[in-house]
């Protein structure tokens, strides 16, 4: 198979789906060889020459393959050949609160990389690397697909030339430019969270979430909580309260605070804080979370939502690997986002009122 593989390219020099070399150099009236060096720009062909070329190649609808390219251009330099292509992951910031999901996230990433033939090789921008360095190293090492990793802070611009680059961005906090994006479904996932609420029997809901969350998730979550509450407002009440406010509540005993029959908050903390004022979870009030952790809460499993984050990154390795064999580089013209839905987790602060 590697034989059958090599000789694949050095014959064709790049792959092209069912366009070789010989085919354009047939139509352009040259040799294989004088094709080859067209292609990869050497100065020793002629202007004209290469123009032939070039109209040839774009008459048989010929697109160059860029993990080829890569290819190629090591054995021509004599480099060790790993047989291996790379791709990058890369941090806009350095990485601390709320990284367990962007950890999943890479997981998922790199066991999707290694079944598709790709390591991953992962940065992070700061002091010590600018985006100018980064394109540099990432021209010098071939590589030319990249995954930017979701912050964890408010929403940022990505400031790279993405030029002879494809990519793929993780969720909304990456405000431009505007890329592929791979992300939990949150709309969705928060509408069949609070169905299954319904269903368990509650009719008194408090969503409690933050500004800055909600921008980062582009209103997923309380678009559809509200949409939800309007839908069944005959048979629910369904409210919303953002996290300063429910804690300024909280501090004062709970006094000033109607509480209801489940919190939904991706807050986990509330839980202790709950606690502290005498409100035991899940028989005064359930909690559920949007986003669920493996590890729970002090050793809790919640209830909540799996947002399957290590699918997440590994549907980003499939729709960046897509956009190279099909040499989609740079900023596109018409974004794609991927959707990934959740699954909905039974826990112990959840127990049915049915």
């Not at 909600?214 to 407002?233: C, D, K």
Request: with cysteine; hydrophobic share 40%; charged share 25%.
């Amino acid at each position: 198979m590697l034989q059958i593989t090599l000789k694949v390219f050095f014959e064709a020099d790049a792959l092209c789906f069912v366009i070789s070399y010989r085919d354009i150099a047939k139509r352009a009236g040259v040799s294989t060889m004088t094709v080859s060096r067209a292609m990869r720009g050497d100065p020793k062909v002629r202007a004209v020459t290469a123009q032939k070329v070039e109209a040839a190649a774009q008459a048989l609808g010929y697109v160059r393959n860029p993990i080829a390219d890569s290819f190629m251009k090591q054995v021509r330099s004599k480099r060790v050949l790993s047989g291996v292509s790379r791709i990058a992951w890369v941090y806009p910031e350095k990485v601390n609160s709320g990284a367990h999901v962007i950890d999943a996230y890479y997981r998922g990433a790199c066991e999707a990389a290694r079944a598709s033939g790709f390591e991953v090789d992962r940065f992070v921008l700061g002091e010590a690397l600018s985006s100018r360095s980064l394109r540099r190293i990432l021209q010098a090492r071939g590589i030319r697909g990249m995954l930017i990793s979701p912050t964890v802070g408010d929403l940022v611009d990505f400031d790279f030339d993405f030029e002879g680059f494809a990519a793929v961005m993780f969720g909304y906090s990456l405000r431009s430019p505007d890329m592929n994006r791979v992300s939990s479904h949150h709309s969705v996932n928060q509408f069949a969270l609070l169905a299954h609420i319904r269903e368990l029997g509650y009719r008194d809901v408090l969503y409690v979430s933050n500004w800055q969350q909600e921008r980062r998730l582009n209103f997923g979550w309380l678009a559809s909580t509200l949409a939800f509450g309007r839908e069944h407002q005959s048979e629910m009440r369904i409210r919303h309260v953002y996290l300063d406010d429910f804690e300024e509540a909280l501090a004062t005993g709970g006094s000033s605070l109607q509480l209801p029959e489940v919190i939904v908050s991706c807050h986990q903390s509330l839980i202790g804080r709950l606690e502290q004022i005498g409100c035991r979870i899940p028989e005064d009030v359930g909690f559920v979370s949007p986003t669920v952790r493996p590890e729970g809460y002090r050793g809790r499993r919640l209830a909540g939502m799996n947002q399957c984050s290590e699918l997440i990154g590994a549907r980003a390795v499939e729709l960046l690997s897509d956009s190279l064999a099909m040499n989609r580089l740079g900023v596109p013209e018409h974004p794609v986002t991927l959707l990934v839905r959740g699954q909905w987790c039974d826990g112990e602060t959840l127990q049915s009122k049915c």
